[in-house]
């Protein structure tokens, strides 16, 4: 599959992946299906200012009419987030039949790892990634990104992952993968919402350079795999855990009840999450996409350096 026949990339974005400037990934299905209109679509301009103010230039990744978008105009932003749900969300196997229908794509961790490695960007930030369900052990429900962080070789940085999965089992998958999991400032896995899980990370790290460092090392081996950085959410936006517990605990309850299944397993979860705990967990959401947006830009920087 030559996939570069179907990749446009926006021209400041191009600019500066051939002069080695930093450039920073974002991902399009946070915006579509993550969260609410219009805050989706704010939030989306203002990482993209983050990015900027923090010395890096925003490369938000989605499919638009088949083809592979690396940089979108704000225009765009604002028509993937008014069309929220309805369009299609976009995984490793959808690729092909959305570009060759000239169709419309929200780009996951997954397609946009695999859309920003082909357009040269090495860093990429978003809120939290999917990971191996909770029952995975009967459904089957592992997320594409968990492989493609083994197959494709970005930094990719979020806030950890929510306890809608099970966590533990994520990180056995990431090990037999192959993908360090490095906790920014932090020795536990944070779980998005909350600084804490229970698990730890394999590696501390602290610095945005060093962080650049050992990327930097893992390109030089020839190591094909991600690295995953998980920047727990600023501690003043951080929710208790039994409120959010509670609410993950309702959410998977009604998603078995109502049979939910597939691709729509984790926009359901965060829909319901985010109803049951009102405007409290979209706040606390928009607070650690920025807190990211802020790390990844910095270690780009860092990256264009070495
Ligand atoms: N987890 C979140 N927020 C998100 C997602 C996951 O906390 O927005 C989105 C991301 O785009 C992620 C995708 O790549 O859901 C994973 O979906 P699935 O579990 O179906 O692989
Ligand atoms: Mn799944």
């Keep these: 599959m030559n996939l570069n026949k179907f990749l ?8 500066a992946i051939e002069e080695g400037k930093p450039v920073v990934a974002l991902e399009s299905t946070i915006i579509s299906h993550g969260m609410p209109y219009p805050q989706n679509v704010e939030t989306a301009l203002q990482v993209e200012q983050i990015i900027r103010d923090n010395g890096a230039v925003p490369a938000t990744i989605a499919i638009i009419g088949g083809r592979l978008k690396a940089g979108l105009t704000p225009e765009e932003i604002e028509y993937f987030g008014k069309k929220g749900q309805a369009i299609h969300k976009a995984s490793r196997r959808d690729l092909a039949v959305l570009c060759s229908r000239g169709e419309d794509g929200a780009t996951t961790v997954t397609t946009t790892m695999i859309i920003a490695h082909m357009a040269g ?9 999917g990971g191996v369900h909770r029952g ?17 070789p970005m930094m990719v940085v979020c806030a950890g992952a929510k306890s809608i999965l099970d966590l533990g089992l994520t990180l056995e998958y990431l090990e037999t993968k192959g993908v360090p999991v490095i906790g920014f400032g932090t020795e536990e896995l944070p779980a998005f919402y909350t600084r804490s899980s229970g698990f730890k990370v394999d590696y501390r790290i602290d610095t945005p350079k060093e962080l650049a460092a050992a990327f930097k090392a893992s390109g030089d081996m020839g ?3 991600g690295m ?19 609410a993950i605990d309702t959410a998977i309850a009604q998603a078995n009840e109502k049979g939910i299944k597939g691709k729509e397993t984790t926009p359901f979860l965060l829909a319901k999450v ?4 009102g405007g409290d967990s979209l706040a606390s959401n928009i607070q650690l996409v920025f807190n990211n947006a802020k790390v990844a830009a910095q270690t780009a920087v860092e990256l264009s350096r070495m």
Excluded: C, W
């Excluded at 960007?121 to 990634?129: E, H, L, N, Q, S």
């Excluded at 459904?139 to 197959?151: C, H, N, R, V, W």
């Design 8 to 15: 446009d990339v926006n021209a400041e974005v191009a600019k």
């Design 121 to 129: 960007i090495k860093i990429f930030a978003t809120g939290g990634i």
């Design 136 to 152: 995975a052990e009967t459904t089957m429900d592992i997320s594409a990104d968990l492989e493609e962080l083994g197959q494709t």
């Design 223 to 225: 190591l094909k795999a």
């Design 228 to 246: 995953l950085v998980a920047n727990p959410i600023p501690e003043e936006y951080a929710m208790p855990l039994d409120v959010i517990n509670r």
């Design 274 to 277: 985010a109803e049951l705990t």
